[in-house]
């Protein structure tokens, strides 16, 4: 059974910086894609940025992108978003996400069979 949770959301004043990490298990194929998704109050789920478990591919939406980077540790199997600048309208549900095969570039939540319980960002002064 696949799992995936997430950790390190929290509390953080505007300009500071969160590291989230994304624990995979379960996974029978070699090769898998996680993803990061967050879920802004009064907004659709949106994609952030996705990896290769492998860490050899990432790519990170152009609206985060110079404050958000996405890395992998395969033999930890986990995934980091990190987070810098903050802003407040970063606050919201951070959710990773998966699925088995090969890497793409691609953010669309129904591409991705697997997903965390959620962790809860908050950036207030």
């Known amino acids: 059974e696949v799992q995936l949770v997430e950790s390190g959301g929290g509390l953080v004043q505007p300009g500071g910086s969160l590291r989230l990490s994304c624990s995979a298990s379960?996974?029978?194929?070699?090769?898998?894609?996680i993803a990061w998704f967050r879920q802004v109050s009064g907004k659709e789920r949106e994609g952030i940025g996705c990896t290769a478990n492998s860490g050899e591919f990432t790519y990170v939406k152009d609206s985060v992108k110079g404050r958000f980077t996405i890395s992998s540790d395969n033999a930890k199997k986990t995934v980091y978003l990190q987070m810098n600048s903050l802003k407040p309208e970063d606050t919201g549900i951070y959710y990773c996400?998966?699925?088995?095969?090969?890497?793409?570039?691609?953010?669309?939540?129904?591409?991705?069979?697997?997903w965390g319980q959620g962790t809860q960002v908050t950036v207030s002064s």
């Open positions: 996400a998966a699925y088995s095969g090969p890497w793409y570039p691609i953010l669309e939540s129904d591409d991705y069979h697997y």
């Open positions: 379960g996974f029978a194929a070699s090769t898998y894609n």
